[in-house]
């Protein structure tokens, strides 16, 4: 473990710094930011411990991020926050083992961390947008469980995709009412296959 402390250490204070540097939405009330998503998971956070009736779908589904920050004991843009830094601390130690995993050695690791870190999209957005901690804590699952069961990340995107685009069906012209049909019990069908294979993976690691 040892061997691990400096590159850490570096990671931890690049961290720090880019948690600075990215920043937050300083002003929610800006018309400039009119359109954006993130009230609805404000509405989901604070009606916790109920939920949020008025939230339109897709949003309405994506209940973890908000509902953790909604049971944190601080006003929801400051939990928010909070949950996002913890989210994204997660996937940087991730990331670093999981490198360290496929082989390589601690200084690259701390090296493709930190560049990966400098990433504004992947990295950068999400920590100033703190309302999409779902992403972070996707992103964050996906290292850690990639790491020990390659085909337990194939099932989780399998799942992903089908419930995205199960909230997209009606946007698609489809010649009938009958191929609507199919393809959205297809895509239900593949997400609780999905689910149902999450479920036996955890099992099977959670086994001496």
């Known amino acids: 473990m040892k061997r691990h402390t400096a590159p850490l250490l570096v990671l931890a204070l690049a961290f720090g710094a880019e948690v600075f540097f990215y920043g937050q939405i300083d002003d929610l009330s800006s018309q400039h930011w009119r359109g954006m998503d993130f009230p609805k998971y404000r509405a989901i956070a604070q009606a916790v411990p109920g939920l949020a009736r008025n939230v339109p779908s897709p949003f309405c589904y994506r209940l973890l991020g908000p509902y ?7 006003p929801d843009p400051v939990a928010f926050e909070i949950l996002e830094v913890i989210a994204s601390g997660s ?12 082989g390589a050695s601690p200084p690259t690791a701390a090296l493709t961390v930190v ?8 990295f950068g ?4 947008d ?4 779902n992403d972070t804590l996707s992103l ?18 399998l799942g992903s995709v089908a419930s995205s685009f199960s909230a997209w069906i009606g946007r698609f012209h489809l010649p009938n009412e009958s191929a609507t049909a199919a393809l959205t019990i297809g895509a239900t069908l593949l997400i609780t296959a999905s689910a149902l294979l999450r479920t036996m993976a955890l099992r099977s690691k959670a086994r001496p």
Not at 115 to 122: A, H, P, S, V
């Open 125 to 128: 957005f999400p920590m100033w």
């Open 68 to 74: 953790l920050a909604g049971l944190l004991p601080f």
């Open 115 to 122: 560049l990966f870190m400098c990433n504004k999209f992947f």
């Open 91 to 102: 996937v940087v130690v991730f990331f670093y083992f999981f490198m360290c995993y496929l």
């Open 130 to 133: 703190s309302f999409q901690v």
């Open 140 to 157: 964050a699952y996906l290292e850690e469980h990639f790491r020990g069961s390659g085909w337990v990340l194939a099932v989780i995107v």
